[in-house]
């Protein structure tokens, strides 16, 4: 796989963990997955075949058409859950850890400028949506609360950390896989846990 692959592969099986809200639901809708991940039909296709054929998620189709539903599978979600653990498994799963470890180690990226670039892609998501303005708004507002109380790192507030954290998964949780990594990241920053 090439390394756009890998990093397909680990956004769409982060995009579907974060969708576990509702255990009996049948799944995110492939132009759900498409439009979030601004993905090529051809391309989030043979990803999610790759995916599929890992046991790392289930497709749902109906008769005579391409999947219409991809939900995580259990060995999915423990893959997420233990990046570590799975990454000689599954090599693209290290693509994120090994971005976020090499930043820390070498101290070339700032925590405060990771926080700062995946709000600016989080925002530009929200821009590219074909949601109305009002909406825009209200989710742009809620990401700058949220990148805001990261930005204080050891002097964060926890409580409010989660609580603008569900607010946005509500509101627009098909951004939360391009800032979960920082949101985690920061709540460690805050509890002390680097």
């Given amino acids: 796989m090439s390394e756009s692959d890998d990093q397909v592969c680990l956004d769409i099986l982060e995009l579907l963990y974060n969708h ?56 999915g979600i423990d893959a997420i859950e233990n990046k570590e653990r799975y990454s000689d498994k599954f090599p693209f799963i290290q693509t994120s850890t090994v971005k976020i470890h090499e930043g820390m180690h070498e101290n070339a990226v700032s925590f405060t400028e990771q926080v700062t670039e995946a709000f600016k892609q989080a925002s530009n998501q929200v821009r590219a949506t074909k949601l109305s303005t009002v909406d825009k708004e209200k989710i742009e507002k809620q990401l700058k609360s949220l990148e805001k109380e990261l930005q204080k790192t050891k002097k964060a507030d926890l409580g409010r950390i989660q609580t603008e954290w569900e607010l946005l998964k509500k509101k627009a949780s098909w951004l939360c896989p391009s800032i979960a990594n920082v949101v985690l990241e920061g709540i460690k920053i805050a509890l002390g846990i680097e």
């Fill in 20 to 75: 576990l809200e509702d255990p009996m639901a049948s799944g995110v809708d492939r132009a759900i997955i498409q439009d979030t991940l601004k993905l090529s039909e051809r391309q989030m296709d043979i990803n999610m075949s790759y995916l599929e054929e890992k046991t790392l998620v289930k497709l749902f189709r109906t008769i005579g058409s391409k999947w219409t539903f991809a939900k995580i599978t259990s060995d």
